[in-house]
Each structure stands twice: as C-alpha cells, then as structure tokens.
C-alpha cells in the first residue's frame, strides 16, 4: 500500500497548556490564543494545498474526539473553503493518558512523586503513568490508526499522539520522539519516513 500523506495539527493553546498542566484525556477547551493558532493553521495548510495543487475537498479530515481538537478542526475547515463540519471523529486520536497525574505540573510531581517522575525522565518511552499510558502504547494505536487510512488525511489531534506517529512512521527514534517539543500554530506534513513543519 502507498504511504499516505497526514497533513497533522496539534490543537490551539488551551489554558492548561499555558499554565504547564498535563492534560491527557482532561478535556479543557481552547482559549482565545488557541483559536487563533487554529485559524491560522487553516491559513497555512490552504497555502500548503495550493503550492501542491491539491483540492481540499479530495481529503479526509479526521479529529481527536477531545473537544481541543475539534474545536481546533472546525476552525481550520473554513480557512480552507469548506464547511466546518465535514470531517470524521477518531477515538484512536485520543491524547496519551497521564492517568492520576492530569492536571497536575512536571514542578509539582518532582515534589509530589519524585520516584516515579525520576524514572519518566530516565525512559519516557516506556514509562507508564499511575493510571495512564506509555509513549510506546500510544505509537501502537497511531500505527493501527495509520494503516487505516483509504487516502491522504488532515488529522487535528494532540502533541503526544504525534510524537507516537513520529516513532512508528521512522521519522524519529522511539527514545527520542517523547522529547521532540511539537509546536500549537503549525502544520506537520508527514509523507512516509519524511516530516516537513510550515508556519
């Protein structure tokens, strides 16, 4: 089978985000910088689009069903001339679970649970939270979610489940895929083992 095209977002800022909470599967909306992240990623996958001749519509868009992302799908949709509903929500899309350690901060864990923060630093690839999941889980199902795909596809999802789909397409390492920092406001194409970021 081909390598299909993801045309892949990470969701708009989220209050959360900026204050530094692990969010996981906690479903907190975008804030104002977010929505804006999210519109001007529409911008920048039409320009995307167009410099590859490529009709929008001839895609398939697919949201995490975190309403982060959702949201963050319904506002790229029109930047692209299409309606803001048209696309298909993916459980598997779904952000890695820090189980019993969402909403809480990295600062707070040192002093809270040092042990086991020590040893997510040691290997996070492999580390699971209390309650949560593995970076090594998460490329499991992104890799079942990618051999799905029918055709080339914008995907609004989170920064965990792209560093999964890093990890399991070979554009980077498992050890180092936990510790790529994937930017809000920016479209990732990946196309086979290659990645290439627009802004």
Request: aromatic share 8%; with cysteine.
């Amino acid at each position: 089978m081909a390598a299909r095209t993801v045309y892949y977002i990470r969701h708009g800022e989220t209050d959360w985000n900026a204050a530094g909470r692990l969010q996981g599967h906690r479903d907190i909306p975008l804030n104002a910088k977010g929505r804006a992240q999210a519109a001007h990623c529409g911008a920048v996958l039409r320009e995307v689009l167009t410099r590859e001749g490529r009709d929008p519509a001839e895609l398939d868009f697919v949201s995490s069903p975190l309403g982060r992302a959702i949201e963050t799908m319904e506002l790229v949709r029109p930047g692209l001339g299409l309606p803001a509903d048209g696309y298909r929500v993916e459980p598997r899309l779904i952000e890695l679970s820090f189980g019993d350690w969402e909403g809480s901060t990295i600062a707070l864990l040192h002093q809270n649970d040092p042990v086991r923060i020590s040893q997510r630093e040691h290997d996070k690839w492999h580390f699971q939270p209390p309650g949560g999941e593995s970076y090594e889980m998460v490329a499991r199902r992104m890799r079942g979610w990618y051999d799905s795909l029918t055709r080339d596809t914008v995907a609004t999802s989170h920064g965990g489940t792209c560093r999964g789909l890093m990890a399991c397409l070979g554009v980077a390492k498992p050890a180092a895929a936990p510790l790529v920092d994937i930017i809000q406001g920016e479209v990732y194409v990946f196309q086979g083992d290659k990645l290439t970021r627009f802004a």
